[in-house]
């Protein structure tokens, strides 16, 4: 079965530090990846997506990046971090045309 | 550009009823939707999924109902219980296939 993982759990940065979050999947090959983030009672905003390796779509303009250095690691990136950074991080995997589903998430604060 | 609503952001009910959530779509190219549920600081969690063949699939406690003619996704929840109470996205198949639109969310709350 497949399994997604994220690191850490929880972050507590101060404002300009770097960034570097982690997404993981075991157990399929080739998956796309996502990156979503949440608002405290929003909904999800899309912020980057893959469907291989070097390949990264960006879906909104910000202080933020996104690499993936191998099939199935996903890494969210900021050498900057900003205020408005803080919030609830999901990554997940699909295979094209299916359902998406969801890591644990990073609860992000920026002080 | 096209997005997917929900009709209501808060829903109470009582243990033992029957709960609908409602979720109304604008792409009408779109042909795969989704329910995920999450619960407070977890990520979301796959309910029950639909393509746009059909237009009623159940799976335990739950039916997803498709109305294609008036661009209209329902959850039912079946003798609800206070597990589950969280906050449900309906999700609908974006431009190529490789990204979802979420909707933003119904909170709902089940009082033992």
């Known amino acids: 079965s497949q399994t997604i993982h994220q690191w850490p759990a929880t972050l507590v940065q101060p404002v300009g530090s770097p960034l570097s979050l982690e997404c993981t999947v075991e157990g399929t090959s080739n998956p796309n990846l996502y990156w979503y983030r949440q608002a405290a009672g929003r909904g999800l905003q899309l912020l980057f997506y893959?469907?291989?390796?070097?390949?990264i779509s960006s879906e909104v303009p910000q202080n933020l990046s996104a690499s993936r250095p191998q099939d199935r690691q996903f890494i969210l990136s900021s050498k900057k971090l900003l205020l408005s950074d803080s919030g609830f991080y999901l990554c997940?995997?699909?295979?094209?045309?299916?359902?998406?589903?969801f890591g644990p998430g990073t609860r992000l604060t920026v002080l | 550009g096209e997005s997917v609503g929900l009709h209501l952001p808060t829903l109470s009910v009582q243990e033992g009823d029957n709960s609908i959530i409602n979720c109304a779509y604008s792409n009408s190219a779109s042909d795969y939707f989704i329910w995920y549920k999450q619960e407070s600081g977890k990520g979301p969690q796959f309910i029950i999924d639909?393509?746009?063949?059909?237009d009623k699939r159940q799976g335990q406690r739950v039916t997803v109902l498709l109305n294609k003619t008036v661009k209209h996704l329902s959850l039912q929840i079946a003798a609800t219980q206070p597990g589950d109470s969280a906050v449900y996205f309906c999700a609908e198949n974006g431009v190529g296939y490789s990204t979802l639109t979420f909707g933003k969310g119904t909170m709902l709350l089940v009082s033992p």
């Open positions: 893959s469907v291989g390796i070097g390949q």
């Open positions: 639909i393509r746009s063949n059909m």
């Open positions: 997940a995997w699909a295979i094209t045309g299916d359902t998406q589903y």
